[in-house]
């Protein structure tokens, strides 16, 4: 998911829960169609490997991720900006709510994906 805030998501997909979010996270930042904003784009840190990194960087993002602690060449990160991705946390802890999320009742990937957009649009309203 990318988020701009508390209520305003950009874009979401759907990743096979065997599958790294990584790939996925790249391929939704290239959909987005941003391009050099220079704006900071806090990430979780699944997403520090060089790969996403310069993907961010080449669309014009600032990324703020923190590196691995195994990582032989850290890299700086504004600490005080990447404190704000508890927004994000508190946006999926808001769609977890609903039970119909959490649980998946849905079989399809089309009705989950349905029902996630309704609880954004009824999170966002409330």
Known sequence: MVAAGLKQVLGFCLS???????PVGR?????LGIDNLQIPLIMDRAYEGNETRYLAQSLGFEPV??????RLD???????????????ER?????KRFRRV????????V?????ITITLIADMLR
């Open 16 to 22: 096979p829960g065997q599958a790294h979010d990584a």
């Open 27 to 31: 391929e939704l930042l290239k959909d």
């Open 65 to 70: 991720v923190p590196p691995l602690q195994s």
């Open 74 to 88: 850290p890299w700086e990160y504004d600490t005080e900006l990447y404190k704000r991705r508890n927004e994000i």
């Open 91 to 95: 946006l999926f802890g808001r769609i």
């Open 102 to 109: 959490f649980t998946r009742y849905d079989k399809t990937d």
């Open 111 to 115: 009705m989950f994906t349905a029902f």
